[in-house]
């Protein structure tokens, strides 16, 4: 049995920062991890690092493709997609490397790969590849170990060949033709980015819109832009089964009590994540999960057992990597610091790396309706922002939530070119508590995207 001050479980965007600073304050950490492949969790290795690497690329190929629009005229186009690929993979590797170098040069942490799980309530044994075990005890254990695609029950799924969001990263080809289930945000952009390598791309959607969780305006307004990117989308349907068609991989689906077939060379099944928490056997330490199998903690990240906390996807909530990050530093404040910081009221940003963008920060209209709160709804269409006129880029929807009684910002869905920094400047003035109405008189240079917030909010005024 090794005696440690901290246990930490995973080594993703919350685990990281977290055993460097609990190391530098003199607390014998130990992190694990399943292998070095898998050192720096999947934003670093399969999501937020390759992919939008990749969408780079892709958005490059498409401004070349576009360039008559500003008089430009291009010949003989074409990729190397090896090189393509090759460039994602440096990155990746060289993100690693750093990685690696601060971890050995951090006193007091000791990196160890292997499985973990449970064996009690502050005990974890790790299971190395070589058939040895380790066990560890602390009485501070951070359970970090996120969460992986979910596979959806398709009949025939089992018999075909198909990717999800990590493995489709490595392909040396690009698809002829790409089947993606799933209308949110991985199935999206990755979906767009083969289109623009030159793939002829469908998207297979249940539900009646893409982004099943944005406004109805805004999925609409997005759509309409992929769709003149060349995507085509089957929405309402549900799809019955999978089978092989030759080379080829055949999908049935329903729609209005009929079913049609498809078929394409790949086939991409984005249906969401699920928690990794089934694999850590936490039902040893006493640790309870929600009705979807994810670790249940409160504002504080701490799980039922004292001691024992759960960060980034893990826990439940919104899966990003900055969300994760945030977990670190409320635990950082409040262990290290002596602080008092909490998941409660903050401020939740995201953004979807399509072209345009879709950034996101607090409450879309659906769910301020929902919550029952007197607002106003404030829009304008991309047509009327002078940056993307400029640009080429007329494109898109710019909506904010505002309340009626306070003024205040309760929250913006912005599609547009850079909509995710958009998003951020609306973030500060809602974290400043800034009036809505302010932003209408901001001076901005000109000419800048983020000057057509005098415009958005100038529609506070008009009935």
């Avoid at 030759?246 to 049609?260: I, L, P, R």
């Avoid at 899966?319 to 002596?338: E, G, P, S």
């Amino acid at each position: 049995m090794i005696k440690k001050d901290a246990i930490i479980i995973g080594s993703g965007q919350a685990a990281k920062p977290l055993s460097e600073k609990l190391s530098e304050a003199g607390w014998k950490t130990v992190m694990i991890e399943k292998s070095e492949a898998d050192l720096g969790g999947p934003c670093l290795n399969v999501g937020c690092t390759p992919t939008k690497t990749l969408i780079a690329s892709a958005k490059v190929m498409n401004a070349i493709n576009t360039a008559e629009k500003h008089g430009i005229s291009v010949s003989d186009l074409k990729i190397d997609f090896g090189t393509t690929q090759k460039r994602k993979d440096k990155i990746v590797k060289d993100s690693k490397e750093g990685l690696l170098k601060r971890t050995a040069a951090a006193e007091n942490l000791e990196l160890v790969y292997g499985t973990a799980s449970f064996s009690s309530k502050k005990k974890v044994i790790v299971k190395k590849k070589n058939g040895t075990t380790q066990e560890f005890t602390a009485p501070y254990i951070f359970i970090d170990a996120g969460a992986r695609p979910a596979v959806p029950k398709i009949k025939g799924l089992d018999e075909v060949k198909w990717y999800d969001s990590s493995g489709i990263l490595a392909l040396e080809e690009i698809p002829e033709k790409l089947i993606v289930i799933g209308a949110g945000y991985i199935g999206l952009e990755l979906g767009q980015m083969y289109s623009r390598f030159g793939s002829d791309v469908t998207i297979i959607e249940t539900a009646s819109q893409i982004m099943s969780g944005e406004d109805q305006d805004i999925a609409e307004s997005l759509q309409e832009l992929l769709e003149a990117d060349g995507l085509h989308f089957l929405l309402n349907c549900s799809v019955e089964m999978v089978e092989k068609a030759g080379k080829e991989v055949k999908v049935t689906y329903s729609a209005d009590d009929k079913k049609t077939s498809i078929s394409g060379t790949h086939l991409l099944v984005a249906t969401g994540r699920e928690s990794n928490a089934d694999g850590l056997n936490v039902k040893a330490a006493g640790i309870k999960l929600d009705k979807k199998g994810y670790i249940k903690v409160n504002k504080k990240l701490e799980t039922n057992i004292e001691g024992i906390y759960a960060l980034g996807d893990i826990n439940g909530g919104p899966q990003f990597t900055h969300i994760a990050y945030n977990d670190f530093v409320i635990l950082r404040t409040n262990l290290l610091h002596k602080g008092n910081a909490s998941t409660k009221g903050r401020i939740v940003p995201y953004t979807m790396f399509t072209d345009p963008q879709l950034g996101r920060v607090g409450l879309s209209e659906d769910q301020a309706t929902k919550k029952g709160l007197n607002f106003k709804v404030i829009k304008i269409e991309g047509k009327r922002i002078t940056r993307g006129i400029e640009t080429g880029e007329p494109q898109g929807l710019w909506k904010a939530i505002v309340d009626k009684e306070t003024g205040l910002i309760l929250g913006a869905s912005i599609v547009c070119t850079e909509g995710g920094e958009i998003a951020s400047v609306i973030q500060m003035a809602m974290h400043g508590k800034i009036p809505a109405k302010d932003l209408s008189t901001t001076i901005f240079s000109h000419p800048t995207y983020s000057e057509s917030l005098n415009t958005l909010f100038t529609e506070m005024y008009k009935e």
